[in-house]
């Protein structure tokens, strides 16, 4: 630290106080009973102030610029605009000792030898408050909240806004120590308010706003007048009876002198905001100094060492912007670093330190030795055992314990020393002289080598990582660069201040100067680029940079001097430019640069570096085919050109290397089909068709269609022609191919019938199938579209396609709840399994839901569809055949049943409806039996009363049923009871009987069965022959004579042609017998009936025809074709009027006799 005079003044009389304008500008002086106003920028005075009729102790500036304040020993105090015009005054009991401006309100305190005032624009009054002593001095808090007063007994009092008393502070010398001076220190960053105290008992303290002491008192060894603080707190000016102001840190370290005087030091103040310092003397002097803080610091590598607030030292790792603070206490005068040590100088010793570990990141540090001696030194440098010591033109070397080992006297004066490494105890410094001579001297050698003499004096020096080349940067800032073992002076550049080699790279160096970084390689031309400072280190690709007072790393690519290799073609050392730090971009053009130049080996790292696998690939394909004896480095640079993107360079290289082929694919394979022309054979039609057919996929790839149709089907391939019209529904353009393709193109015409299936055209795929002949595909096509009419159709002109017909048809019904179609279809289809599983569960389903009529009606279905099965299986036959008769007994009880269940609900409603019935037509018998049976159950609340009068009633009742009730047996005329043991069957001739399928009245028919060798087909014949058999009644008039009289008598006979019917005769039977004997007839009976007599039930073969000789021939039967069902014929017609159909098996009265 050094000050520097800037300008002085003096005035007449003595300087007790002063106060910078808060920017700066002016300079308000308070001297004698005048106020002198100066301009701090040269010194003029701009005018001086009248007010005061007697001496002028105080004078204070307001924070906020507009107005000061000035108090005399005339006790009063007057208030001052910006614009040195006065505008107040008041006054005190005595005279004004000490003035000062609130930072934050404004208030102003004002101080007496017997009280104190504070006064604010707003008030009208001053309001004042006693003191038990003089107060010399007063201070505001940064915040405002508080004022300290230093008094004369030694007494510090700290008061709030409003003049109370929160602290009183007593020093411990009391009356004999007066308090002179007093601040608070303005730093924002400090936790809390400090007060520095200076008094007449030649102490510096510190005291918290709490009135705790911070530390010891300091001892000065002067009475102190004035203290101040820098504008940040950083550091305190001490004036007084030493006629000098004093340097201190915040915490009391005594720095230095700022200017010796001729007499006491009443007040010094420093420019807010600047290094610029004010001093006031008793002969009236003003001294206005520059205090000039030197930069105090080291660097080894990426390590730096600086001097922070004049005592402290910090240790930076500029890669890894890692700090560390050493707090030494006291000036640290000189910093060296070197390796794993670090050597600081302080006013009495010299601290060598060095690092816990040898980690390279390791940060903490431990004294390793103390030098306890003073030393007077230009430059200090550390090395592993030794420091150096430069004093003017001597270099010493001492021991860490002190001990000068050897001492070097040179020419001129050293301007430049650095240790350029070496052995432990051994190493080398480059050390510059002001006479121009560079020299290199060991520390155990005594004697120094002289590298090179220039005719300027040094300012910088650096030596290359391979001690070849020397940089040195002269006054006349000239950077020259020699070489060490010739002399010769290799290049030199101009505006340079500092240098530093490269450490990793032997032919770049870098220079600072003019504001701009210039890096430079080889003997290339420099490249510049903007920075401030001083370049102090280059590693890599990281300047070291020092500006003003902070050292940075700046990453700088290593672009430019890159680039300079490679337009020389010398792609190694590109290489070895580009490791040391260039963007992605660069490495990628190094890489591109090598390969186009065939540096295979440079580029493969390149592209290693930048991850490009696809070059690699490029690399190691050209390198295996160089081994396998290829050396056509036009063939390979071609290659490397179409992996540029440059296809128009490397087709002329293909073409040149006699490789036309590739040239076609490669532009083929770009989609470049223009150019692929130029490059087809003498018109090879399969290259041709080639290229047309990887134009028509790029058209297809680009979202062309249409264009690649066209082309595909001027290249012949069809199917994919086929694919894009049918993926974009283009049923025209499909049309046009099917029709335009031979009906042998099978694969295509299949592809555009699929895509007229697809896209709901199925005529046009009906019309593709017809042309290949494609049947199946066809019946399918009608299938799938449901157009059952054409399937069917197709069907009956080609039976083989009948399941592919008729059993999706049958499927597609049951889908949609058509099951009885279904069943049909299934049946129709010969799917026997599956037309019998619908029937069944239809059934099932039937039974559950209550639907007794439908039940019936798909039993006898079942019924029929186990009589096919018998037909068609011989090997099922017989179970087929118990199966049928078991499900035609269902189907005829279920028909009986739904008659009943519609009118009651339950079996007990049955038989209470049957019991009511019987007894009211006279079924007495019938009644008894049902209400019996009623007994048996649980019956209903409702009706108990009923069943038990009617139970009662009964038995008052014959004992049997009417005789107009019973049914009659055609065969042998004999009553039937309604209750029969034997079923429906005679109880006399066992004749069983057939009752109508609607009203189940006992029909007047009986069944009879043909003799032994008469086949159906002959019985049928010889009742169609119907031989007449006439029977008729005659009335006649007969004549009868006796002797005794004659008489005429009306006679009605039956005259007989040839005998009685024979059926009738074949009627008998054997009374008595417990066995059913059949009515068998014979060709002649068979003869003798008539057709309209006989219904025959023409069952399918298994089984045989049934045969029923009607008794009253003059009643009507009707039979169903279908289901064989006997009905009264008036019941039949009327049955089939209300349901148009069948009401047993729902043949419908339209369809064909079966």
């Known amino acids: 630290m050094r000050a520097v005079l800037t300008w002085r003044d003096k005035a007449e009389q003595c300087i007790y106080d002063l106060a910078f304008k808060p920017d700066g500008t002016q300079l308000i002086l308070a001297a004698g009973n005048r106020l002198l106003v100066y301009d701090t920028s040269d010194g003029t005075l701009i005018q001086p102030l009248k007010g005061h009729k007697d001496t002028v102790y105080c004078v204070a500036y307001a924070k906020d610029g507009k107005r000061f304040a000035s108090g005399s020993a005339d006790k009063s105090v007057i208030i001052w605009t910006a614009k040195l015009e006065g505008i107040l005054k008041y006054t005190h009991n005595d005279s004004i000792q000490c003035v000062s401006y609130n930072p934050v309100t404004h208030q102003l305190a004002s101080c007496s030898s017997s009280d104190f005032g504070l006064w604010s624009p707003e008030q009208k009054s001053v309001s004042k408050h006693k003191s038990s002593s003089k107060i010399t001095c007063c201070s505001w808090t940064n915040d405002g909240q508080y004022l300290a007063l230093g008094m004369f007994n030694g007494i510090i009092s700290i008061r ?29 960053d400090e936790h809390n308010d400090i007060l520095a105290v200076a008094d007449w008992g030649q102490k510096l303290s510190f005291y918290q706003l709490s009135g705790k002491q911070v530390g010891k008192d300091r001892s000065l060894n002067f009475d102190p007048c004035c203290i101040s603080y820098f504008t940040k707190g950083e550091y305190i000016l001490l004036g007084g009876s030493d006629k000098q102001v004093s340097l201190f840190t915040k915490d009391g370290v005594r720095l230095g002198t700022i200017g010796d005087q001729n007499s006491w030091v009443w007040t010094c103040k420093v420019k807010p905001d600047s290094n610029y310092v004010v001093i006031g003397c008793q002969d009236g002097t003003i001294s206005f100094y520059q205090l000039i803080f030197s930069t105090v610091h080291g660097l080894y590598k990426d390590r730096y060492a600086y001097r922070d607030s004049m005592t402290d030292v910090i240790v930076q790792h500029l890669i890894t912007e890692q700090k560390v603070r050493i707090k030494c206490k006291e000036l640290v005068k000189k910093i060296a670093i070197y390796k794993n040590r670090l050597a600081i100088q302080l006013p009495e010793r010299i601290l060598i330190y060095e690092l816990y570990s040898d980690d390279s990141s390791d940060m903490h540090y431990r004294v390793k030795e103390k030098i306890v001696k003073k030393f007077e030194c230009n430059l200090l440098v550390v090395c592993s055992d030794h420091i150096i010591l430069c004093q003017e033109k001597r270099l010493q070397c001492l021991s860490f314990g002190g001990v000068k080992e050897r001492e070097w006297q040179m020419e001129s004066l050293i301007r430049y020393i650095k240790v350029i490494g070496g052995p ?26 002289v590298l090179l003499k220039q005719a300027t004096a040094v300012r910088c020096l650096d030596m290359s990582a391979s001690r070849n080349k020397l940089a040195v940067v002269d006054e006349n800032d000239t950077c020259l660069v020699y070489d060490i073992h010739t002399k010769e002076l290799l290049f030199q550049e101009p505006n340079a201040n500092s240098v530093a080699w490269n450490t990793q790279c032997e032919d770049m160096l870098c220079f600072s100067g003019g504001g701009y970084l210039n890096i430079k390689a080889s003997n290339f031309p420099v490249h510049q680029q903007k920075l401030q400072g001083f370049v102090v280190g280059y590693n890599g690709s990281k300047i070291f940079c020092l500006h003003v007072f902070s050292m940075s790393a700046v990453e ?15 792609y190694k050392e590109a290489y070895q430019i580009a490791c040391l730090g260039v963007t992605d971009a660069d490495w990628r053009e190094l890489a591109m640069e090598a390969l186009e130049g065939l540096e295979f080996e440079t580029a493969k790292k390149a592209f290693t570096r930048v991850q490009d696998l696809r070059y690699l690939e490029l690399i190691n394909s050209i390198e295996e085919r160089k081994k396998r004896g290829e050396t056509n480095n036009e063939l390979f640079l071609a290659d490397v050109f179409a992996y540029q993107g440059k296809f128009h ?21 770009l989609r470049m089909f223009e150019y692929a022309k130029d490059f087809l054979g003498s018109g090879d039609p399969k290259e041709t068709k080639m290229l047309i057919t990887k134009q028509a996929d790029w058209a297809r790839n680009i979202n062309e269609p249409k264009a690649a149709v066209e082309m595909y089907l001027s290249a012949g391939e069809h199917i994919k022609a086929i694919e894009i019209s049918g993926d974009r529904g283009w049923v025209d353009m499909l049309i046009d191919i099917a029709r335009k393709l031979d009906k042998a193109e099978r694969e295509p015409l299949l592809l555009c019938a699929h895509y007229f299936k697809k896209l709901d055209n199925p005529g046009y795929a009906a019309e593709t199938y017809l042309k290949i002949g494609d049947l199946k595909s066809l019946v399918q096509l009608h299938v799938e579209t449901q157009r059952w009419d054409e399937a069917f159709a197709l069907g009956e002109k080609h039976p083989e396609f009948k399941d592919d017909v008729y059993v999706p048809y049958a499927q597609w019904l049951a889908e949609n709840d058509r099951f009885e179609e279904a069943q049909k279809a299934f049946h129709k289809a010969g799917r026997q399994s599956e037309a019998v599983r619908v029937l069944e ?28 099965i018998a037909q068609a299986d011989q090997g099922q036959k017989e179970e087929m055949l118990v199966k049928f008769h078991h499900f035609q007994h269902l189907a005829e009880l279920y028909h009986v049943y739904h008659s009943i269940q519609r009118y009651t609900l339950d079996y007990r409603n049955t038989l209470f409806t049957l019991a009511k019935q019987s007894k009211a037509l006279g079924a007495y018998k019938l009644a008894r039996h049902a209400y019996d049976k009623l007994q048996g159950l649980q019956i209903p609340a409702r009706f108990q009363k009923s069943i038990e009068l009617g139970s009662l009633t009964i038995r008052s009742k014959p004992f049997h049923d009417s005789e107009e009730l019973v049914p009659l047996c055609y065969r042998c005329s004999t009553n039937n009871p309604l209750l029969n043991n034997l079923g429906n069957v005679c109880i006399n001739c066992r004749q069983p009987f057939v009752f109508s399928a609607s009203s189940y009245e006992v029909l007047h028919l009986v069944e009879f069965y043909l003799e032994d060798g008469i086949t159906d087909e002959e019985a049928v014949a010889l009742i169609d022959l119907e031989a007449p058999r006439l029977t008729k009644k005659e009335r006649k008039w007969q004549e009868i004579t006796n002797p005794s009289s004659q008489t005429l008598r009306l006679d009605e006979t039956v005259d007989h042609i040839e005998e009685d019917d024979p059926f009738t005769a074949k009627l008998s ?8 004997v059949p009515v068998v007839v014979n060709r002649a009976v068979l003869r003798s009936m008539s057709r309209r007599d ?5 069952w399918p073969k298994p089984l045989r025809w049934q045969y029923f000789r009607s008794l009253l021939p003059d009643a009507s039967i009707t039979m169903c074709p279908s289901c064989f069902q006997m009905f009264h014929s008036e019941d ?3 049955l089939v009027l209300q349901h148009n159909c069948c009401p047993y098996c729902r043949r419908r009265i339209d369809e064909a006799s079966q």
Not at 856 to 864: C, D, I, N, V
């Open 160 to 188: 709030n806004k409003n003049g109370e008393e929160k602290v009183k502070i007593e020093r411990p010398g009391g009356a004999l120590s007066p308090v002179w001076s007093i601040c608070w220190n303005p730093s924002r």
């Open 424 to 449: 432990p105890g051994r190493e080398g410094l480059l050390v510059g002289l002001k006479n121009g001579q560079i020299l290199k001297i060991f520390v155990d050698n005594l004697f120094a080598i």
């Open 556 to 570: 700088v690519p290593q672009s430019a001097p890159m680039y300079q290799y490679l337009d020389r073609k010398m």
């Open 649 to 669: 360079e490397a087709a002329k290289l293909y073409k040149r290397s006699g490789h036309e082929n590739l040239a076609l694919d490669m532009y083929t394979d």
């Open 841 to 868: 569960q239809l059934t099932h389903n039937a039974v559950v839901e209550s639907r007794f009529n439908d039940a019936a009606y798909y039993y006898w279905m079942l019924s029929m569809q186990c009589l096919d």
């Open 1069 to 1076: 039977f054997e009374q008595g017998g417990s066995e059913f």
């Open 1094 to 1098: 006989v219904l025959i039930k023409r």
């Open 1132 to 1134: 039949y017609e009327l």
